[in-house]
């Protein structure tokens, strides 16, 4: 038989947080979406970059469209040490680029995120990505692929929905760890 637990795990710990750019608790196709078109209306409003729309394409055997955003490099220097957090929210949007080449060729070959160290100097984006390349369902009008590429060309995020179904029907005791049906 099978063991199930469950951790209550702050969503911005370390446990928790870790290999990812966001805690579960913003993790939803929903967010994703308002991410992409926050940055939109933002760039819209400077009047900066741009948004393209492609072909026809099928992808995870459904048919859809392809859209691509590119946003200008746009942000500021920030000292990690600086502030109660300068790379906190209204303070920058994207991936940090920390400006210490050594560390930073290693993110790069993407073997460890760049951490900002006391002393290193990072540059913070105003945009979340720059460039966003979705691909949306033509039934659904979802996207059912999602690549954010940083500042520098470098994929940062990438999102598949295969399956994806709307308007299943969930109830809130699918949604509860006391659910007894669960079994833990």
Same mark, same amino acid.
């Given at each position: 038989?099978?063991k199930?637990?469950?951790?209550?795990?702050?969503?911005h710990?370390?446990?928790a947080m870790?290999?990812?750019?966001h805690?579960?608790?913003?993790v939803?196709?929903?967010?994703?979406?308002?991410?992409?078109?926050?940055?939109?209306?933002?760039?819209?409003a400077?009047?900066?970059?741009?948004?393209t729309?492609?072909?026809?394409e099928?992808?995870?055997?459904?048919?859809?469209?392809?859209?691509?955003?590119?946003?200008p490099?746009?942000?500021?220097?920030?000292?990690?040490?600086?502030?109660?957090?300068?790379l906190?929210?209204?303070?920058?949007d994207? !991936?940090?680029?920390?400006?210490? !080449?050594?560390?930073?060729?290693?993110?790069?070959?993407?073997?460890?995120?760049?951490?900002?160290q !006391?002393?290193d100097?990072?540059?913070? !984006?105003e945009?979340?990505?720059?460039?966003?390349?979705l691909?949306?369902?033509?039934?659904?009008?979802?996207?059912i692929?999602?690549?954010?590429?940083?500042?520098?060309?470098?994929?940062?995020?990438?999102?598949?929905?295969?399956?994806?179904?709307?308007?299943?029907?969930?109830?809130?005791?699918?949604?509860?760890?006391?659910?007894p049906?669960?079994?833990?």
């Amino acid at each position: 038989m099978h063991k199930w637990f469950v951790w209550n795990l702050d969503p911005h710990a370390m446990l928790a947080m870790d290999e990812t750019h966001h805690p579960i608790t913003e993790v939803s196709l929903v967010q994703l979406v308002d991410r992409v078109l926050d940055n939109v209306r933002r760039a819209r409003a400077k009047g900066v970059g741009s948004l393209t729309f492609g072909g026809k394409e099928t992808l995870f055997g459904r048919g859809g469209r392809t859209c691509r955003g590119d946003r200008p490099g746009d942000g500021h220097d920030a000292d990690p040490r600086e502030g109660p957090n300068p790379l906190g929210p209204g303070q920058g949007d994207g !991936p940090i680029d920390v400006r210490d !080449p050594s560390r930073e060729s290693d993110a790069r070959a993407g073997l460890k995120p760049t951490i900002p160290q !006391p002393g290193d100097a990072v540059f913070v !984006p105003e945009f979340y990505a720059g460039r966003v390349v979705l691909w949306i369902d033509e039934a659904l009008h979802l996207p059912i692929q999602i690549d954010l590429y940083d500042h520098e060309g470098a994929l940062y995020e990438h999102y598949e929905h295969h399956d994806l179904k709307v308007n299943v029907g969930l109830k809130p005791i699918e949604f509860d760890p006391k659910n007894p049906a669960y079994k833990f």
